[in-house]
């Protein structure tokens, strides 16, 4: 286990976040990535995304809540042991979880590397 404060995981959070191609990056909108400790029913959980895939949206998909990619911090810091493990971490499951944004099945997200 690697533990580190809520701002420094921000910043990992950051990090990664910019590392998101720019031609993914225009393709995403109206969703948000937020950090919170844990996920309460399954505290083992990685990230979480939670919306409507883009793949499954119609033309009329509109005068909803964002979606939401959600990346939980203790359970991170349970897989690393330096700094450079929670940080590749964060970039996998974040990338993993935007990857559901855009439709992506979890078997192909794992092929891809990014599982």
Do not use: C
Not at 38 to 43: D, V
Not at 71 to 76: G, S
Not at 80 to 87: N, Q
């Amino acid at each position: 286990m690697y533990r580190v404060s809520d701002e420094e995981f921000d910043s990992l959070v950051n990090d990664a976040l910019d590392t998101v191609p720019a031609h993914v990056v225009e393709r995403m909108g109206n969703v948000v990535v937020l950090v919170r400790p844990y996920h309460e029913e399954e505290p083992s959980t990685l990230g979480l995304y939670e919306g409507v895939p883009l793949t499954e949206r119609t033309f009329d998909h509109t005068g909803y809540l964002p979606d939401a990619i959600f990346l939980y911090k203790e359970a991170l810091e349970q897989l690393a042991t330096t700094y450079e493990e929670l940080a590749h971490e964060v970039r996998v499951t974040l990338f993993h979880e935007i990857g559901h944004y855009f439709g992506i099945e979890e078997d192909r997200l794992h092929e891809l590397g990014w599982g």
